[in-house]
């Protein structure tokens, strides 16, 4: 009996500790919410000419393991240009293929996207912000210098700590948070 009376308070103190909040956390997070799943990423570069769009494409339906994932980049991008470029991320784990990039916008404070290119002279600047004037980075404008061959990092964080040093410049280094996509694509600017 007293083992039985020990091993249920036992339980409960587990299920408070798990799901309690930290008294030192001056916010309380919303613990209700779940990490969408992203199967589908696509960021699409649109120059301000009127040439065709370049298209930064990743998929991976079945996640970690498994199939390879699909990934492509569609041309190439042209010396000293700018570019006006769209985020988009879908579960298409779902039918009809569930919109993620509408829940990043709805949480936009919780949420940051971080663009690092191995090539000097691609610059991406943020074109939207959250309700505290913070970047978020579903929309965004890419310029390249000098012609070269390299990679972009694309990474979007859920809770980064966006009033952080370098953060809202677009710096990962101080950034936190957990990872909610990360890609690497191979970039040409031609």
Do not use: R, W
Not at 7 to 19: H, P
Not at 165 to 190: H, M, P, R
Request: charged share 25%.
């Amino acid at each position: 009996m007293f083992t039985k009376k020990l091993l249920n308070l036992l339980a409960a103190t587990i299920l408070v500790i798990s799901f309690g909040c930290d008294p030192g956390d001056p916010e309380p997070h919303d613990h209700d919410h779940e990490e969408e799943l992203i199967t589908t990423f696509t960021y699409t570069l649109t120059p301000t000419d009127d040439s065709p769009p370049v298209i930064l494409y990743f998929q991976d339906l079945d996640g970690d393991g498994g199939e390879e994932p699909k990934q492509s980049v569609t041309g190439s991008l042209k010396t000293n240009t700018t570019y006006a470029g769209i985020a988009s991320l879908l579960n298409e784990d779902e039918n009809p293929a569930h919109n993620v990039s509408e829940e990043v916008k709805e949480e936009a404070e919780e949420h940051q996207f971080f663009f690092n290119s191995s090539l000097s002279d691609v610059e991406v600047t943020y074109n939207d912000a959250d309700e505290n004037g913070n970047p978020l980075g579903l929309e965004t404008l890419l310029k390249t210098g000098v012609a070269g061959a390299g990679t972009i990092t694309i990474t979007l964080l859920h809770e980064p700590e966006k009033t952080a040093s370098g953060v809202k410049e677009g710096s990962i280094d101080n950034a936190g948070g957990s990872t909610d996509l990360q890609v690497t694509f191979n970039i040409v600017v031609e």
